[in-house]
Nanobody
Framework: QVQLVESGGGLVQPGGSLRLSCAAS????????MGWYRQAPGNERELVAT???????NYADSVKGRFTISRDNAKNTVYLQMNSLKPEDTDVYYC???????????????????WGKGTLVTVSS
């Protein structure tokens, strides 16, 4: 019903930058909050940053001042600009979105949480 496709992960040296993108597709009526989470093997998934449809943002303390989340509502796409990357930022990064689909030609269905498959970010020299 809804696909979240992430891109932009990869290998970067400490102090470097990467930009993640996540595009939502499907019979989308509206997208509420979008965000990025990360998870290392054996650890719980943790919040990195979220952004509402109105542009209000929230960041984990560990990334404040280094990461910037933004979105393009017309494209149902969320971005994560990651600067000054550290080895401890190495994780699989997952996109999340609260999406309401069309329930009929003009009606909105309930909002449901969707997740992408993840993209690996490796920070290493």
């Amino acid at each position: 019903q809804v696909q979240l496709v992430e891109s932009g992960g990869g290998l970067v040296q400490p102090g470097g930058s990467l930009r993640l993108s996540c595009a939502a597709s499907g019979r989308i009526f509206s997208v509420n909050s979008m965000g990025w989470y990360r998870q290392a093997p054996g650890n719980e998934r943790e919040l990195v940053a979220t952004i509402t449809s109105g542009g209000n943002t929230n960041y984990a303390d560990s990334v404040k001042g280094r990461f910037t989340i933004s979105r393009d509502n017309a494209k149902n796409t969320v971005y994560l600009q990651m600067n000054s990357l550290k080895p401890e930022d190495t994780d699989v990064y997952y996109c999340n979105a609260g999406v309401a689909l069309y329930a009929g030609p003009w009606s909105k269905g309930p909002e449901t949480d969707y997740w992408g498959k993840g993209t690996l970010v490796t920070v290493s020299s």
